[in-house]
DNA sequence: TCGAATTAGTAATTCGTTTTACCAAAGTCA
DNA sequence: TGACTTTGGTAAAACGAATTACTAATTCGA
């Protein structure tokens, strides 16, 4: 900046106050130019380090994930969280710690030291978690993820809202007997989603049927076996919603190997919307997005409208999972 | 760091020393542990933007992507780029710019003023690019992809290696009419796989047929069409190679519409090696890896082997996509 | 026993900015 | 014409560390 000033013929504060347009100064249009000149000239550029060390703004905020980058589920996190980090000017720290606990506190110890305007801690699925305690030094925000007692802010999908959507979609196209594989390993999306499904019945005035929902593990070859039970029945359920995208995949398998078809004969609703498995499978599967592009972006929005200093409330705030419609309903 | 000095009864300069373990510093354990205890007592922690300044180090590194976090294929070069800054006490500042050159353009700005110790440019599927000029302002990789006159360094999967391997793979389990269903739209994934698979049957003495050759667009619904097409053949293929796992999920459809059974009557191979579909397809798919999270990975460390001050030199580096064998040959 | 080496530390400078406080010249107004 | 305001700047002090050059006291070796 010294450069700069010599060779424009002013001095550094002038330069400071051209490069960042400071209104209260009175610079000339001709000072100004002359001083762009010299930066151009000489390739100068600032440094955000010296910046951020006097004006105390980092312009970060930093992401700390089990395993998000890993999953092609979660990614969007990341993606959302970037874009509305981008839109207020600031960049992204990220750090995917495999689900290590000393990676998670040298991450977080990085994070702080670097003055992170705002902390992130997502995980892959929906389920419970205990972060380390340093967490709070910063402004923080869960994402896809809560603590036990409630006490910190996360941003988490409607799992209730979700299964009801799912179920609703199938009763409004006429579906009477609907049923439901659902994952085995207890998880809010486990219940969320069950909850939601029974719901739904209940808004409708169908009656729950307990033979109509299979738990199994979360794969297409177990949901395989599972839509194969369901469907040997002799009241065999007209539509099949399933826990996930994955598990429809076997459901699909098992439809066509009795030689049903999709959706005259069965329809099969899916949860996730994972595009790679949705849009190739035929027919497309319709199902039921986890807002994680969205999570993301609440996250970074809510950090960014905090005032300096503070801390956010511990709102738990549920985002709806929305439907998207292609061909197997 | 001043109240800590004065809170241990010290001056700050050697709490610089005792919080760095300066060697050539003289301090005793007994000062180091009243140092310590001051640290903890007031919970202070070294702020980055001040070190960096100082040192000339920020510690960082810049991945800016196309789409790379959007698409499940590649993320893998995220995470193995993060895990390698991690190993060398490096964080990474990530941008997306989804294609948009305006973004490219301030992301890089950004970043420079970040002062980052080294910078990537990634794709999210293998291709030219002319990325902005200013990128070789600092040490730069590209990955994934590369500039036309090569006078950039890039790291980019071998694609003639693994379409090689993938037909080698088919050969040495004596199939001798194998049919490849390629991509349709030009880039270096289709010219190179396509070579490897003219190489391996040229190696291996087989006769390389066009008629087994077909091109489609490379989604499961195109591939079905392709797949059935070669499969009603009089002299029909027993294995075919395809350019990537969606696809093999259109010739799975086709084999079982067919009535045929894999790999029994036709073996099949994929390319990507999508967990998310390779993994959940009935039975699993063979296929061939591209090796995203090496890629990353060897981008971090050709950036933390270079001196300070040195760019790279425009290597092009070639990183073979390694088989993954499941059932379907 | 004296000079050299070692031990244990400190004062002051620097990194590259932003920001506050200040100043001189020119213009304005009664 | 003199006081006041506006215009167009500048000097100097932060921000929070790392680092260099130094000192004073002790130990060592011959």
Redesign the pocket.
């Given at each position: 900046?010294?450069d700069v000033a010599r060779l424009a013929g002013?001095?550094?504060?002038?330069v400071?106050?051209v490069?960042?347009n400071v209104t209260s100064?009175?610079?000339?249009q001709?000072?100004r130019d002359r001083v762009w000149a010299a930066i151009h000239a000489l390739g100068?550029r600032?440094?955000a380090m010296?910046?951020s060390?006097?004006?105390?703004h980092s312009q970060t905020l930093g992401l700390i994930s089990d395993e998000v980058v890993t999953s092609p589920y979660a990614v969007r996190i990341i993606l959302g969280a970037q874009e509305a980090a981008w839109a207020g000017q600031q960049m992204l720290l990220v750090v995917n710690t495999s689900g290590q606990r000393d990676i998670e506190q040298t991450a977080l110890q990085f994070m702080l030291e670097r003055r992170v305007e705002g902390l992130m801690y997502a995980a892959m699925y929906h389920h419970e978690v205990t972060p380390p305690p340093e967490l709070t030094q910063a402004p923080v925000v869960l994402v896809n993820c809560f603590v036990a007692d409630r006490s910190l802010p996360a941003i988490v999908p409607d799992e209730v809202q979700g299964g009801y959507t799912a179920t609703e979609a199938l009763i409004r196209r006429g579906h009477r007997r609907i049923a439901f594989i659902n994952e085995i390993i207890p998880m809010p999306a486990l219940f969320g989603r069950l909850e939601g499904y029974r719901q739904a019945l209940a808004a409708y005035g169908l009656p729950f049927d307990p033979a109509l929902v299979q738990s199994c593990h979360s794969n297409a070859h177990d949901a395989f076996a599972a839509a194969l039970a369901l469907l040997e029945r002799d009241d065999r359920p007209t539509a099949i919603f399933c826990f996930n995208d994955k598990m429809a995949m076997g459901a699909y398998d098992a439809i066509k190997r009795l030689g049903l078809r999709i959706p005259h004969d069965v329809a099969v609703i899916g949860f996730d919307n994972l595009e790679l498995i949705a849009a190739q499978l035929y027919p497309p599967l319709t199902t039921v997005e986890l807002p994680h592009y969205e999570m993301g972006r609440r996250a970074v929005e809510l950090l960014q409208t905090l005032p300096a200093g503070e801390s956010l409330p511990p709102v738990q705030h549920y985002l709806p999972c929305p439907l998207i419609e292609r061909e197997s309903i």
């Open positions: 900046m010294y002013v001095s550094q504060t002038t400071s106050f490069v960042n100064a009175a610079i000339s001709e000072t100068w600032p440094n010296a910046r060390l006097r004006t105390r």
